[in-house]
């Protein structure tokens, strides 16, 4: 369950990040703007430093989410479809654990061959577990397009669309107030 949920978490993770990541224009000013912004500086007039200009995207990100209507009937759903959700993680590690059980693997062992995969090293396996692991990786990964749906499933079924979804949980995560109203709701 824990993997799965893990999952999620970084599924979620990695849409906040890919959401809120914009694309700096990294052309050369003109040469104009730079004479322009030297004269400015040799008069004292202020010019925002790289900082600065950082915290001024940073607060226009926070802003966007701040002001994103959200209300509680959107989070009621929100905690409906994420409890649902973990049910499905449940699911989903038992599957796992029935699949990588067929192959003579234990649940953890199986993880954490994946993970040292993952992270490029190698575990010191023999050929005949190698290979369980290949194949049991061949199955886990054969079901994984099928209990996304499921997920997905129960994100529409709570009355969200995932992109709606997404932005709730972006929303509890960036948004203090949206987040004390989360903790609220969800007790």
């Given at each position: 369950m824990k993997s799965i949920v893990m999952s999620a978490a970084f599924l979620l993770l990695f849409l906040f990040f890919a959401a809120c990541?914009?694309?700096?224009?990294?052309?050369?000013?003109?040469?104009?703007?730079?004479?322009?912004?030297?004269?400015?500086?040799?008069?004292?007039?202020?010019v925002p430093d790289a900082e600065q200009k950082r915290q001024e995207a940073d607060d226009e990100i926070a802003k966007e989410y701040e002001e994103t209507d959200?209300?509680?009937?959107?989070?009621?759903?929100?905690?409906?479809?994420?409890?649902?959700?973990?049910?499905?993680?449940?699911?989903i590690d038992?599957?796992?654990?029935?699949?990588?059980?067929?192959?003579?693997?234990?649940?953890?062992?199986?993880?954490?061959?994946?993970?040292?995969?993952?992270?490029?090293?190698?575990?010191?396996?023999?050929?005949?577990?190698r290979?369980?692991?290949?194949?049991?990786?061949?199955?886990?990964e054969e079901i994984q397009p099928e209990l996304h749906k499921k997920q997905e499933r129960k994100i529409k079924d709570a009355g969200l669309d995932f992109q709606r979804f997404q932005e709730i949980s972006i929303s509890v995560q960036q948004n203090p107030a949206v987040r004390q109203r989360y903790i609220e709701l969800a007790k």
């Open positions: 990541t914009s694309v700096k224009d990294t052309r050369r000013p003109s040469p104009e703007k730079e004479y322009t912004d030297l004269f400015r500086e040799e008069e004292n007039k202020e959200i209300t509680d009937e959107d989070i009621k759903k929100y905690i409906e479809a994420s409890r649902n959700i973990q049910k499905v993680a449940v699911e038992e599957k796992i654990d029935e699949i990588v059980g067929q192959y003579g693997l234990e649940l953890e062992r199986f993880k954490e061959i994946r993970e040292a995969k993952y992270q490029g090293r190698d575990m010191e396996l023999d050929d005949e577990k290979e369980m692991f290949k194949i049991a990786q061949r199955d886990v």
